[in-house]
């Protein structure tokens, strides 16, 4: 079965320091990856997402960075946080297999900039 | 317009009766639909997918399509306690390696 690790689980950071939240898959090979944000109270924000190695798309221009480094890992990454960029990051894939389009999300990982 | 709308609710009904949520999209082309479950605090549970119009039933969980009026809903039967959480909707467009959420609708079921 596939599995979706996600880490750190939470993550307290101050204005202006660097971020990496990674995220594996587990159990299938070459699937779509994606990384979303929520905020407090709302919905769902796509930040990027990846259909192979190296291959990212971008949604928001923001100061937040994706990078895919192998087929099963997406990186989620910042040179300096702002306070806005606090939430709780989700990372998610999607089989390419089949005709199923049917999208997993990990744990997450809860970001507070101080 | 957003892609994908849903009432924020909350919604509340006691305890055995049935929870409707609706969800509306706006790209007539969409061929993929999703409802998530997600606890406070917790990441979404994907709990029912439908790709043709009509009716899917899983368990207590019945989602309903319909494309010619852009619509997609979800009734919970014999809602229980444990069925309290924000249900996301969400829906595969022209592009099927994106999707789209609604902001959610909070159910709360009442003992």
């Known amino acids: 079965s596939q599995t979706i690790h996600q880490w750190p689980a939470t993550l307290v950071q101050p204005v202006g320091s660097p971020l990496s939240l990674e995220c594996t898959v587990e159990?299938?090979?070459?699937?779509?990856l994606y990384w979303y944000r929520q905020a407090a109270g709302r919905g769902l924000q796509l930040l990027f997402y990846?259909?192979?190695?190296?291959?990212i798309s971008s949604e928001v221009p923001q100061n937040l960075s994706a990078s895919r480094p192998q087929d099963r890992q997406f990186i989620l990454s910042s040179k300096k946080l702002l306070l806005s960029d606090s939430g709780f990051y989700l990372c998610?894939?999607?089989?390419?297999?089949?005709?199923?389009?049917?999208?997993?999300f990990g744990p997450g990982t809860r970001l507070t900039v101080t | 317009q957003k892609e994908v709308e849903q009432n924020s609710g909350p919604l509340s009904v006691p305890e055995g009766a049935i929870a409707s949520l609706n969800c509306t999209y706006s790209?007539?082309?969409?061929?993929?639909f999703f409802w998530y479950r997600q606890y406070s605090g917790k990441s979404p549970e994907l709990i029912m997918s439908?790709?043709?119009?009509g009716d899917k039933e899983d368990g207590r969980f019945t989602a309903q399509l319909n494309k010619a009026s852009q619509y997609v809903s979800l009734l919970i039967r014999d809602s229980q306690p444990s069925d309290s959480a924000t249900y996301l909707c969400?829906?595969?467009?022209?592009?099927?390696?994106?999707?789209?959420f609604g902001s959610g609708t909070k159910l709360n079921v009442k003992p």
């Open positions: 969400a829906v595969n467009t022209r592009n099927f390696n994106k999707f789209y």
């Open positions: 159990g299938t090979s070459n699937p779509n």
């Open positions: 990846s259909v192979g190695i190296g291959q």
């Open positions: 439908i790709y043709s119009n």
């Open positions: 998610a894939w999607r089989s390419t297999g089949g005709v199923a389009y049917e999208q997993y």
């Open positions: 790209d007539r082309v969409s061929q993929s």
